[in-house]
């Protein structure tokens, strides 16, 4: 049979051409296992860069995520009084933080609810704390400080349903002796966004506390500390395992010892409450200060607070209720209120006048029912004056008209100055936050206010210390404890000392002088026989009939709006002395020759707020804090003075 070519067709179902075609795919295959070669090199090289050639890397940056450096919290320091009698505590609590960086967004809505639940807060206000620590995600937030330890036992248990979330136990601020000192004190709080950038240079956290009134602001830096750092194991949730070493131990904030004795604070406050309640004011102020150094023995102002609140974390509804409450118990008004002198400031004008030469201890000016400029009648307190009348006279029957002469004269700035003098309208200085300047009129200050000048009825209204004039009360008490000492005019001082975390002192803060005032010291002695006189004429009644020496003067300064008889609210005031050696003697039965030395070692001054009261109610509270203090055998109050009457006297 005779042969022939194949030409492509199939023969018995075989393709003559498969065997070309697979010679022609040959070339695919070796492209293919090079690039399978390639990719398995490639792995192997990355893995052999990543176990071998960058081996020592990786593994540290694991060790990192394993191992953190955590701040140690330094104890805070303590605070005592004069006595020694510890005032505030560190009492070890349980707090619930979270950190945002170790909390799965899927889980937080979970962890919110069910943190929420078990602390018997709002989510609202969790989600808040949370937030806030957003831009510091690998820093704890607060969530809840104060925790029962059955609570945070539970939320231990449960760590592994709540990521993020810790329990540490950390100290807490307890204060003893509650609102007896609150306004001294103050409290410590949560950290805010405002205090961060006003301390956050100093190594504040976000989770950290910090002094938000009394000396806790004020003493901030000393008390705090300094913190240490430590470092811990964690596990892959963020949970520390064991501490590693501690690479810098904290240091424990220094103490402070106050000037404030809490026997007298206590005294103090007795005596103001039971006219309080006796009355029914709303608030007062009573205060003890050693002349000689400025050292406030008792600082009072009702109605108070208890700082464990705060301490503990205030609730929203416990703030807003002190907020609303009568009488503005979170005010200091010892040193926060601007409010009007009234007679207590005839100091100002009777020492000005005399050192300006307008009259002398021998000068006799006539005192009237009233003066008059214009049409306008400048009435006395009584509504009949006293008739002829000296500078000792003047000032024990707190003649208006009398000091209304004087003012006259001297005229408004000249009367400032001396005011200014005496520090009115000026901060004392007093290591607590919140002090307000006051008000002190002049002609300047008028003219800027309201683009006129002070009128001469309005010199008559400075004088006395009505009109423009508003001091807080700490003002009127230091130019008191300044005519008391001879002069001087002190910083008010609430710490005295520093101590170190063993009691070693640290630093012994000394009596500051503002300025020596630039009075004669005849004049200062003459107005001092002056403040007796006030007593000794009865015109506080029988403050004179205590077994002490008690020199001062008595206040009532109008306010507000007039009543339905035309009269107006007025405040109780009293501010005096009483000599080192305060007892009475046959040899100067008066009182005079004591309290013409400069030996004095108490100031004292009352405020009563809104008394409208028969007589000075502020008298009467200084004399029942003069009884309990020099614990005398005595009890000369007069309920009948604190009768509701609105009579404008004294």
């Known amino acids: 049979m005779a042969s022939r070519a194949w030409n492509g067709d199939p023969v018995n179902g075989m393709s003559l051409g498969e065997p070309a075609r697979q010679v022609r795919l040959w070339p695919r295959f070796i492209v293919f296992a090079l690039i399978i070669a390639l990719v398995v090199a490639t792995l192997g090289l990355r893995l052999f860069t990543l176990q071998v050639v960058s081996g020592g890397y990786y593994a540290g940056l694991a060790r990192e995520n394993r191992i953190r450096l955590q701040p140690v919290r330094a104890p805070r320091g303590l605070i005592f009084d004069r006595t020694g009698r510890q005032l505030v505590d560190n009492v070890a609590t349980f707090a619930v933080k979270a950190r945002p960086a170790d909390m799965p967004l899927s889980q937080r809505p979970a962890v919110i609810e069910r943190l929420a639940t078990l602390l018997d807060i709002s989510a609202a206000d969790i989600t808040e704390a949370l937030d806030r620590a957003a831009a510091n995600r690998f820093d704890l937030a607060n969530v809840a400080r104060g925790v029962p330890e059955e609570i945070a036992l539970i939320i231990r248990e449960e760590h592994l349903e709540l990521p993020g979330v810790e329990v540490i136990v950390e100290p807490q601020r307890e204060y003893p002796y509650g609102g007896l000192v609150a306004h001294i004190l103050g409290f410590t709080g949560a950290v805010t966004p405002d205090d961060l950038a006003r301390v956050g240079s100093l190594g504040y956290l976000h989770d950290d506390t910090v002094g938000k009134q009394g000396v806790e602001a004020t003493f901030e830096e000393v008390l705090r500390g300094d913190y240490g750092v430590e470092q811990i194991e964690v596990d892959a949730r963020g949970e520390a395992i064991r501490l590693l070493r501690t690479l810098q131990p904290a240091e424990p904030g220094n103490s402070l010892e106050l000037s404030i004795d809490v026997d007298i604070q206590r005294d103090a406050e007795t005596a103001l409450r039971w006219a309080m309640d006796r009355i029914g004011l709303e608030q007062g102020v009573i205060m003890a200060m050693n002349p000689q150094t400025g050292e406030v023995l008792a600082m009072v102002s009702l109605p108070s607070y208890d700082n464990n609140l705060f301490a503990r974390g205030i609730s929203t509804a416990d703030y807003q209720a002190l907020l609303d409450a009568p009488g503005a118990p979170l005010r200091n008004h010892a040193i926060v209120d601007h409010v009007p002198p009234g007679s207590t400031y005839k100091l100002v004008a009777g020492a000005g006048g005399l050192q300006d030469g307008i009259l002398t201890d021998r000068t006799i000016l006539q005192t009237r029912a009233y003066l008059s400029i214009g ?139 503002i300025r020596q005032l630039p009075f004669d010291a005849d004049v200062l002695r003459t107005m001092r026989r002056a403040a007796r006189r006030v007593v000794t004429i009865r015109q506080t009644y029988n403050l004179v009939d205590l077994p002490i020496v008690v020199a001062g003067k008595t206040g009532t300064a109008e306010f507000g709006v007039r009543d339905a008889k035309g009269r107006l609210p007025y405040h109780s005031w009293f501010a005096g002395f009483v000599p080192k050696d305060p007892w009475k003697k046959d040899s100067d039965p008066n009182g005079v020759e004591a309290v013409s030395r400069t030996d004095s070692e108490l100031a004292v001054l009352a405020f009563a707020y809104d008394s409208r009261t028969t007589g000075n109610a502020a008298t009467e509270i200084v004399k029942y804090f003069l009884q309990l203090h020099y614990d005398l055998d005595v009890d000369l109050r007069q309920d009948w003075i604190l009768e509701r009457d609105n009579f404008y006297g004294q």
């Open 375 to 513: 049409s306008t009648k400048y009435w006395d307190w009584n509504r009949q004056g006293f008739g002829p009348l000296n500078i000792y006279d003047g000032f024990g029957r707190s003649s208006d008209t009398f000091f209304f002469q004087i003012a006259g004269e001297l005229g408004i700035d000249r009367l400032a100055h001396w005011g200014s003098q005496f520090g009115f309208g000026q901060r004392t200085g007093i290591d607590l936050p919140g002090e307000v300047p006051g008000i002190l009129p002049t002609n300047d200050w008028k003219m800027s206010l309201m683009n006129e000048p002070i009128y001469p009825g309005e010199v008559y209204q400075a004088g006395i210390g009505q009109g423009y004039n508003s001091f807080p009360p700490i003002q009127v008490l230091n130019a008191f404890a300044a005519l008391a000492n001879g002069g001087r005019l002190l910083k008010p001082q609430i710490v005295r000392r520093i101590l170190g975390p063993n009691g070693e002192v640290v630093d012994e803060i000394e009596p500051q002088l």
